[in-house]
């Protein structure tokens, strides 16, 4: 036979096989190798972010700064300016979003696992929570105004913020709660009915105590979306220059109550002077930032880096919380 | 679900008679009862109230201005005499914006999806996806700052001439705020993606990489649309990083390089001026926040139906 001019069909393919393999597997490596980097390159930005911050705004947080920042009041100056009303006006708009978010959301859940049947009315109450969790936040803001700030009466107080962020993060709280709930075992509810307890009574002592992990997980996680939302607190007319603190809800010289209920307009001014902060004008971290960020003068810009920084370790530091926790309670808990 | 709900525990389900149970405890369930369901059905009185807050304001608002000048006129000057209301100049910023975040997020977001899921060892990927949803807990303003202060100079190095104020480090930044959020959700999609399949395909001889883009990917769509649809919705609605590093003049332009406001950045400029209660400024916002509305509801009530042709059952 003569020697072949090419090699037999057989090889030829095998060797197109050959290279068609190689070839994948090369691709395979570089997306291995091209994921990677770009995950490294995501979690990077949040470590330039911080650098950043700190680096811009170190001169207003160093220890001997540190002090007059958190203690003064805006100024015109920006080495004399500091955050104390954003500090007393975030913690108290937190306050009210608490015990708005919280008390509504946890019930709501707890109505829509525990209670709801499956009908038309459960179907949109569901459908409406889903699609709230998606409105814009600016919109929540408009929301407010036209009816918290003017159709309520309600004004552009701390009451009024803290209802808005209430009701802006209600639906993380909900989801927390039901999923929380949903991991209960079924046989927690049948032991509890089958010792005679009402379904209220299941639900106050085995349900609630048992979701109680995964409804402070989702408390959590809702009020650091809160504490950074500024959008709609700008909406709502929040100030951005207070150089005020919000009155307190009880002085040294306010008297106490009258015991023997002789004078109702007594009662009524205690209960004024202590509720009187809910309608006091306010500003926030955010939106004191923002106002300084917006100041051509760079001056400002470090003030902005240094609230800045206390914002987001707020922030990560409430999301890792509820992290951990999630983590820890989840391994701790086996049904 | 539905069968634990109604199961076992017919004989405490409301309206059932509570045999041998005493008047005051009966109450105390119908009333606890009641407050749970006021709880739940609270939700929809807020959708009333923002839906109804809209449709109110900007109805007066509509009355001033037709629909036709609202859509043909090709400035946005609410607040300057002779005021123009032509909505386009925002929607341009608005749709602008997003444009460049959703083409770095989806981009990159649905990658590191996909590592995650098909190539990251698992210990790996149980630190690395708590650490990326962190990055969608910066509140807004940090990014804002962020983009502004770190961003654009970095970009104004590689674009001469590019304003202090631009759409495209806003658009950045808006994607780098919005991976985490295609990210974690596609990841979930993909991991409830059946194991059978992706053993199917590695029997056939199908690489990693295939068997990721031609077998997981489509069979995770439907859920990895949902996290798409939210990644849309945040960045439109997104309001302080564009307020901060976009500026705030309304401007027909779809180039990145531009500044331009959004509608969500006029909406901040009006309200932190003092505008009187019933004005026509007033009622700009709210004609403002209408249209960002309907553009999300659309691209949320699409995606529904996404959602639905191409949901997968195993």
């Known amino acids: 036979m003569s020697a072949p001019a090419s090699p037999p069909p057989g090889v030829l393919e095998d060797r197109r096989l050959i290279a068609l393999v190689a070839g994948r597997r090369r691709w395979d490596i570089v997306f291995a190798v091209a994921g990677a980097l770009l995950v490294a390159a995501s979690l990077a930005v949040l470590g330039v972010l911080l650098a950043t911050l700190v680096r811009d705004g170190a001169a207003r947080l160093a220890p001997d700064s540190i002090g007059g920042f958190v203690s003064n009041f805006p100024s015109r100056f920006p080495a004399r300016a500091g955050i104390r009303s954003a500090l007393a006006g975030t913690a108290l708009v937190m306050f009210v979003t608490m015990i708005t978010a919280i008390p509504l959301g946890v019930m709501a859940g707890i109505y829509l696992e525990e209670y709801a049947r499956k009908n038309w009315v459960t179907t949109v109450i569901e459908i409406n929570i889903a699609n709230l969790a998606g409105v814009p936040s600016i919109i929540w803001g408009l929301m407010a105004l036209g009816l918290f700030v003017y159709t309520f009466g309600l004004g552009r107080s701390i009451l009024t913020a803290g209802l808005t962020l209430g009701l802006l993060v209600l639906p993380i709280v909900i989801v927390a709660t039901r999923e929380a709930i949903r991991a209960i075992p079924q046989g927690i509810r049948e032991a509890s009915f089958a010792c005679g307890a009402t379904k209220l009574q299941t639900v106050r002592h085995h349900i609630l105590p048992y979701s109680m992990p995964g409804i402070l997980t989702g408390s959590i996680i809702a009020l650091s979306r809160a504490i950074g939302e500024t959008a709609p607190l700008i909406t709502i007319g929040a100030l951005t220059y207070i150089a005020f603190l919000p009155p307190a809800p009880f002085t040294a010289e306010s008297k106490p109550i009258p015991a023997d209920g002789e004078s109702v307009s007594a009662v009524y001014s205690v209960f004024h002077q202590a509720t009187a902060w809910l309608q006091s004008e306010f500003t926030v971290l955010p939106i004191q930032m923002f106002n300084w960020v917006s100041k051509p003068n760079p001056e400002f810009h470090v003030n902005a880096a240094a609230t800045g920084l206390i914002l987001l370790a707020v922030t990560l530091v409430m999301n890792t919380v509820a992290i951990t926790l999630r983590y820890r309670l989840r391994r701790r808990i086996q049904w | ?314």
């Open chain 2, 1 to 314: 679900m539905q069968d634990r709900r109604n199961a076992p525990s017919g004989s405490e389900s409301p309206g059932a008679p509570l045999r041998g149970i005493s008047t005051r405890r009966r109450v105390a369930e119908w009333f606890g009862e009641s407050a749970l369901f006021l709880a739940a059905a609270s939700s929809i009185l807020i959708t009333l109230g923002i839906v109804g807050v809209l449709a109110y304001e900007s109805s007066t608002f509509f009355r001033h201005v037709s629909l036709r000048a609202f859509f043909t006129d090709k400035e946005w000057t609410p607040l300057f005499d002779p005021p123009h209301y032509g909505i386009w100049p925002l929607l341009s910023g608005t749709l602008t914006t997003t444009l460049v975040g959703l083409s770095i997020s989806i981009t990159v977001g649905t990658i590191v999806a996909v590592w995650m899921s098909e190539y990251a060892p698992h210990r790996l990927r149980e630190v690395v996806k708590p650490v990326l949803e962190l990055l969608s807990a910066v509140p807004t303003v940090v990014f804002g700052y962020f983009a502004l202060l770190v961003v654009t100079p970095f970009l104004q190095r590689f674009i001469p001439g590019l304003p202090g104020f631009n759409m495209l480090s806003a658009g950045i930044v808006i994607g780098i705020m919005t991976i985490p959020y295609v990210a974690s959700l596609s990841e979930d999609a993909m991991r409830a993606v059946p194991n059978n399949l992706r053993e199917g395909a590695y029997a056939m001889g199908a690489t990693r990489f295939n068997t990721a883009w031609r077998v997981v990917v489509p069979a995770g769509f439907s859920g990895i649309t949902s996290a798409y649809i939210l990644a849309i919705s945040r960045a439109l609605g997104e309001t302080m990083i564009v307020a901060v590093a976009a500026g705030t003049q309304p401007n027909l332009t779809f180039d990145p390089r531009e500044p331009g406001a959004t509608i969500t950045a006029f909406i901040v400029s009006v309200s932190l001026g003092d505008l009187p209660h019933g004005s026509i400024g007033y009622q700009s916002i709210f004609a403002a926040g209408v249209t960002l509305f309907i553009l999300t509801l659309g691209f949320n009530i699409a995606g529904h139906w996404l959602r639905r042709r191409f949901r997968e059952a195993y």
